[in-house]
Structures are given as C-alpha cells and as structure tokens.
C-alpha cells in the first residue's frame, strides 16, 4: 500500500494511507488523547479530547476519525487545544461523580490519567443535582452509571465483538444513559453472555467485577484477544500474500 | 391510457373551473384554521348552498396566503371583476361577505386588504406561486398551473445530465441552511456507483417559529414530489423519501394522498410517462427530535436506529441510507427544481445575488405590523423586509433586532438593517441564512434572554452522543441563567465566550457547532446589556481578577 508523509508536532511521519492522523501518531509514540477510541472497535468520535489542528487551519479534526494525506501537518497540543480539552475534561468530571479516592479503577482509570496529562486541578461546573442508581443486579458484574462518560466502548464491544447486542442507549441530551436488554435490570438480561468484555473496555471505573475494593479493578486488555485478533485479521483480509 | 395526457387533464380542470360564475378562495392553512378559518368556510358553504348557488359559486380552501397576522384571510373573485382579499373574516363576516359580495355582487367595505399592499407587491413567488390560489387536495388542480409538466419534459425529452446540469447552471444553493449547491450534490450522486440509490426530502423543520416547509408540504405537496422525482431521474435514484416530523400530521396526510394521486395519474411509480424511468416515495415521519433534520441523524433515524449524527465523511452521497450513495435536499429547494425546469436556470439566476440565486420563503414574526409567510427575492435588504413588507414594529416602537437560522443563527442589530439578505452576507455578520426563520425583536426584548432561550433549546434537543454538545450547551445554559438573573460577573462573560468557542470548535454536529451563535453573536452586538447585568452583581468587579475562572464550583 502507499505510504504517506506527514509531519506530527514537526516530527515527519510515514504511513499508510488511509492510516488515521491517530494511528500515525501512535506509530512514532506520540499519544493523542482519547477515551471513545478503542482499537479494534469501530469508530465513534464523540469524546472529542482528540482533535487536532491540521494544516494551520483553526478548526480542529478528530484525529481518530481523520485519514492522513499527503503532507498533512498536524498539531497535537497547541495552547488552544490543550485549553478546550481542560474544559472539555472538566465537563467530563461535572457530567458524573469521579471520586478517585473510592473508586475501583484509580491508578488505572484513563480519564485520571489524562486529566493529569493534561493538568486539570479543579473543576469550575457544578455536579449534577440528581445521583443515578448503580446496576448490581448481575451475579459477578456491575455498572456505576457516576462514572461512565458515554465513550460506547462496551456498547460496540458487546455487539461488534461478543455478538451480544446487551448494552445499547437511551435517552437524549444530559439523559442519556446506558441500558441493558432494552432497559431490564443487567441481571436479568436474557442477552448478555456475561463475557466481560464490557469491563475490559471500560476507560474508568463505570464497569466493574464485583468484590473488587479501591483501586483494585485493573482490567487486562489481553484478556481481550478477539479484539487485536479481530484487526489483525482484517489487515490480513486487506493484504492477501 | 397507458401515459398520463396531462394537456387532457388540464383542459378537463380548466372546464370544470371555468363553469363556475365566482370563487371564493378561504385560505385553508393551518394558521388561518388556528385563528378560525374553519367557521369563515362553513358560514360561506351555507350561504352558497341556501341560496342554491352550488352550481356557480366554487368554495375551495386554498394553501397559505401569506399575511398570517391578519388571518382567516378570504378572496372573492368574481367573473369580469377585480378580485377582492378580505382579512380577518370571523364566521360573522364571512356570512356578510358571502351574502352581499357573493351573493349579492356588492363588495363589502370593511376588512377589505389591497392586493397593491407592499406586503404582498414587495414578494416574488417561486416556490409559493400556488399558494392561496390552487386546492392543495387535488393534482389536478396542480396539472392545471403547470404541474408535472418538467417532470414529462426532462422524463421524455431530456437526459438526466442535461437536468443536473440545468440546477447547476440555476446556482440554486440547498435552502435548509447551509447554502451548498444543489447541483454539485446531484452530480456527485449521478457519478456515485451503484444500483440502490435514494434520494431524500428532508422535512424535519424544527426551528422556533419557522413553517416554511410546513407550509410548502400541506399546501403544495405535488410540487415536493414534482422537485423529488426531478431529483431521482437526474441522479439515477430509484427510492425516495420524504422525513416529515410527527408534529405535521396535515403535512403527512395531504403528501400522502399526492402520492397515491401521483401513482394514480401515473407519474410517479413503475413506469413514469410510459417509460422506463421508474420511481417511489416513502414518507417517514420523526419522532420528534430538532437533530433529526441534521443530514447523517436522519438517515439514522430513516433506518429506524437512534437519531444520532454519525462523523462526516464519508458523506451521504458517498455512504448513505444502507451504505448505498443518498442525497438529501430541504423541501424548498427541491420545489424550486419544476419551475427552474419550466422557466429555464437563466430566468432563475436572474433573480437574486451573484452567488445567492432565486428567492428565499421566510417565515416572517415577532414583533412586527405584517407577519406571515414570505418570500423574497435574494438580495433584498433586511429593512425592506421589516419596513415595507413587515410594516414596521408593531406599535410604532424602535427596531432592535431581526434573528435569523433559528438557534443556530444569530441576532442582527439595527445599524445592519441595510445588510443584504443572502448566504454570504448574513455569515459575515455572525448569523445564517438558516432554513428562513426571521424573528424581529423591539427594544423591550433583552438580548441575554434570547440568547439564553436559543441554548436551552440547543440543550434540550441535543442528542447527547458528543461531549462538547451534550455537557457544552447545559453548562453556556446555566451560565447564561446565572448572568439573565443578575448573579454573574464580568469574567462570567469571558467564561462564556470560551466555553462558546469550546463547543463550537469541537462539537460533532452542525447543531452543537452552530449552537453558540446566538450567544456569540449578541455578546458581540448587545454586550453592554451583558455588561449591565453583571454589574449589579454581588462581587465587586474591582475585585475579579480577568482571567480568572468563575468560582461557581461550590454554590
């Protein structure tokens, strides 16, 4: 396939094209932020913590959305973007009740770990006024509605992956909410094949086994084989030897 | 007859029509029905049937005549003589119109409306050139102003090139807000491959007080199908749709009864005008939700999933309804498409500006003498908008400010009441063009309220699938309540200039990146009324360091 040159941050890149300004980045150990994006899963580009400038143009692009071309120049942390991805992180903590302290996906939560990336100290919104209940209905897994940030990771996990189809949502605007089996209790799900791999993805804590204390739920993305297994195979598919 | 012979059917029309002695024309839409129109038509209905006159006098409840504000309108036209417009013709004066004009031949005095009246003389009537003269119900009554009749030319006589390069020429720009040209979308459906084509109608109005498409669908629902089936034949599409919100159910059923009254005369179905040119339409109606009307979320919602945008691109003509290339027009620019056929793309791009071709439907309101529905050549400026057709400001108070796009556009204020009303320079201003929403604001309206009532409804018709949007417009609501209340401070209103920019850059969607606008663009023109809430506000401004984020963290 043709190879592409771009420059990230002044740094020149080559890769394939129709490589996402994402995947290029990660080739040569830039990370761009993202907590929607999950290799291996389609993409959703709703976080918008990954938007990047390109070419000098204000308007920033989904750098896990956007394919690269030819002599593309992407800025990953301009002041700018890195200002709207504080406030955007900020949002993120005021949407939930992200209380590290107890949770069980501290020291191993990618929305932590970003937001001290990216240096977010305080939070300047008001938490929302109403608490949503927590799912612990299932015999060994639950669901902390606080902590989810809507990145569908488990929804597209679940389907693209497990073939499940459990986890889907409902509700529009600051209502929406994830929902298994259209809206039945997670335990009583006739769908779910209580796999796990929907707490595999999980980028905080929203997901979790049950018994597992503070800081304890480390969730081994090996245990995931089917999803690099799943990419591996489609660029297998692509390039027939 | 295997053809429709729409000469015939006019002709068979124009016979019937021309048997009767007088008309009376009672405006039928749904704005004259809401303020009792219903009364007016059943009052004149007895009158004509006690005198026995039902033979000589044809009633007919027409679409939309425009002057809304002066509603239930009535016209009388009587053979050999001018025809007269009545205005606000209760039951009662509508049985005295009836009685003494129509019966007796004598028009009544009162309430009578000149059609000189530059409400009227001012307009150029493209896209509602039917409007209040024709029955919406009857496709006959279509056939007999011309209707289908570019249908059967471009079917028997011209190429599907020779029609996309005709909108092309025409300039006509898409007309539900973003302006792109309409041709450049149909070529590049016409070159996407692929066998399962559709092509799209996009009626999923949403925006405060805007009816154009409304209005275009229940009074004229042949003329969208005339535009949709153009479409279709130029592009190669086989399937169409027509995405109409819950909340028309008129709208639904008169395009409804046009389709089966289309396939009926045979020019819409198997085998158009007998050749192989076959075409249906489907109607698909929303269930309710403003992001809907965004390109990708209706497709979505078309499919029956979740009424979510999906990232562009690909695009729709690449990647739409099933993954097979769609096209997706707004009603009014696909009921332009008859008459560009029938007059020619040059006598369209005639009117208008150099890039802003044709006429615009406005839904004209606030606080204004005229208000109704509109439609204007592009071009014209705010201030004959507001000033010759709208009459001014209601009650002679001073002009403030015109908001154009609905919450997506923004407010303009008086000193660029001489802008000219196109694509180009409304976006210069901070506003759009939008869908045709046009809402004139007096000097007792204050700008922080509008602007806070635009993001409320931004959040509430908000899909919540992206961060910026879905947490974005609830925290510039919250803001904006805190700064209407009298409890903000002046870095408040940097505060909200960031977190506009904040969802504006980032947002997904066009609804989230456009949500700002109202807020941006009264800050920009209206900022001392900003300024002039926060002041009274608890802190002291000596004391609030710019710069300084909002500690509304704990309140």
Not at chain 2, 111 to 129: C, K, M, W, Y
Not at chain 2, 138 to 143: A, C, K, N, T
Not at chain 2, 375 to 402: C, H, N, Q, S, Y
Not at chain 2, 515 to 528: G, K
Request: hydrophobic content about 35%.
């Amino acid at each position: 396939m043709a190879k592409v040159t771009i420059s990230i941050d002044g740094v020149e890149v080559k890769a394939e094209q129709g490589t996402t300004v994402m995947a290029a980045a990660a080739s040569v150990g830039v990370k761009i932020p993202g907590l929607c994006q999950y290799d291996g899963l389609s993409t959703h580009g709703a976080c918008r913590l990954c938007m990047v400038q390109l070419n000098g143009t204000p308007k920033p692009k989904p750098a896990c959305a956007t394919p690269i071309t030819e002599g593309m120049e992407v800025h990953t942390t301009t002041p700018r973007l890195q200002e709207h991805r504080k406030v955007l992180l900020e949002m993120l903590f005021a949407e939930g009740q992200h209380v590290c302290a107890v949770c069980v996906a501290s020291g191993a939560c990618e929305l932590q770990t970003l937001a001290a990336d990216v240096g977010v100290d305080h939070v300047s919104f008001n938490p929302p006024a109403t608490r949503q209940t927590l799912d612990l209905s299932h015999p060994y897994l639950g669901y902390d509605p606080t902590r989810c940030i809507l990145c569908t990771r488990c929804v597209r996990a679940c389907g693209e992956v497990e073939g499940a189809f459990t986890w889907g949502l409902a509700g529009r605007g600051r209502e929406v909410h994830l929902i298994t089996d259209l809206g039945t209790p997670w335990g009583e799900s006739t769908t779910c094949t209580g796999c796990g791999k929907c707490i595999s993805v999980c980028p905080t804590g929203a997901m979790f086994s049950r018994g597992t204390s503070v800081a304890e739920r480390r969730p081994r993305r090996d245990l995931v084989p089917t999803l690099t297994a799943r990419r591996d195979l489609e660029a297998a598919r692509k390039e027939p030897s | 007859m295997s053809t429709p012979d729409l000469f015939d059917i006019a002709q068979k029309e124009a016979e019937a029509q021309g048997a009767f002695v007088s008309s009376v024309l009672c405006c039928g839409s749904t704005a004259c029905l809401t303020s009792g129109g219903q009364a007016a038509r059943d009052a004149i209905d007895e009158v004509v049937a006690s005198n026995g006159l039902e033979r000589d006098v044809r009633v007919v409840s027409t679409g939309c005549m425009g002057l809304c504000s002066r509603g239930p309108l009535v016209k009388v036209r009587r053979r050999g003589e001018d025809e007269v417009l009545y205005a606000d013709v209760d039951g009662d004066a509508a049985r005295e119109i009836a009685e003494r004009h129509v019966v007796g031949g004598e028009a009544v005095e009162h309430g009578q409306l000149s059609l000189d009246h530059p409400f009227f003389a001012r307009q150029v009537r493209v896209v509602l050139e039917h409007l209040g003269e024709h029955d919406p119900n009857r496709i006959e009554d279509y056939i007999l102003r011309g209707g289908y009749k570019a249908l059967e030319r471009a079917v028997l006589e011209m190429t599907p090139e020779a029609v996309v390069d005709e909108v092309l020429k025409s300039g006509l720009r898409g007309r539900g807000g973003g302006g792109y040209p309409a041709g450049n979308k149909w070529s590049l459906l016409a070159k996407a491959p692929g066998d399962d084509k559709s092509v799209i109608a996009n009626g999923d109005e949403g925006d405060p007080g805007a009816y154009m498409d409304r209005t275009v669908m229940e009074d004229d629902p042949h003329r969208v199908l005339e535009g949709l089936a153009l479409c279709a034949y130029a592009t190669g599409a086989k399937q169409g749709f027509i995405y109409v919100r819950a909340e028309y159910p008129v709208a639904v059923r008169r395009l409804e009864q046009a389709i089966r009254q289309a396939k009926r005369n045979k020019v819409l179905g198997k085998s158009i005008f007998g050749t192989a040119f076959a075409f249906d339409v489907e109607i698909r109606i929303g269930a309710g939700a403003f992001v809907c009307g965004e390109e990708t979320a209706l497709m979505a919602s078309i499919m029956g999933g979740r009424g979510t945008p999906v990232l562009r691109p690909p695009y729709p003509t690449e990647r739409g309804l099933w993954g097979n290339p769609s096209l997706i027009q707004n009603v009014e620019t696909l009921a332009n498409v008859p008459t560009i056929l029938n007059r020619g793309a040059e006598w369209f791009a005639s009117i208008g500006t150099e890039r802003s071709r044709g006429t615009k439907v406005f839904a004209l309101a606030g606080k204004l003498e005229n208000t109704g529905l509109i439609e204007v050549p592009m071009g014209i400026t705010l201030r004959e908008i507001v000033e010759d057709i709208g009459g001014g400001v209601a009650g002679g108070r001073p002009f403030k400010a015109a908001q154009t796009g609905g919450p997506s556009g923004g407010c303009i204020p008086a000193k660029h009441l001489d802008t000219s009303m196109d694509y180009e320079s409304l976006q210069a201003l901070g506003s759009i063009m939008g869908s045709g929403g046009l809402i004139v604001m007096d000097d007792e309206v204050k700008m922080p309220e509008v602007a806070r009532f635009f993001m409320q409804f931004c959040m509430d018709e908000s899909c919540g699938k992206c961060l910026p949007c879905r947490a974005g417009t609830h925290e510039l609501h919250e803001l904006l309540k805190k700064v209407c209340a009298g409890e903000g401070t002046l870095p408040d209103l940097d505060r909200l200039e960031t977190l506009c920019e904040v969802v504006r850059d980032n947002s997904l969607c066009g609804l989230g990146q456009t949500a700002p606008n109202p807020v941006l663009s009264t800050l920009h023109y209206f900022r001392e009324e900003y300024e002039a809430l926060v002041a009274g506000a608890a802190v002291p401004q000596a004391s609030a360091q710019p710069g300084v984020n909002a500690q509304d963290g704990s309140a």
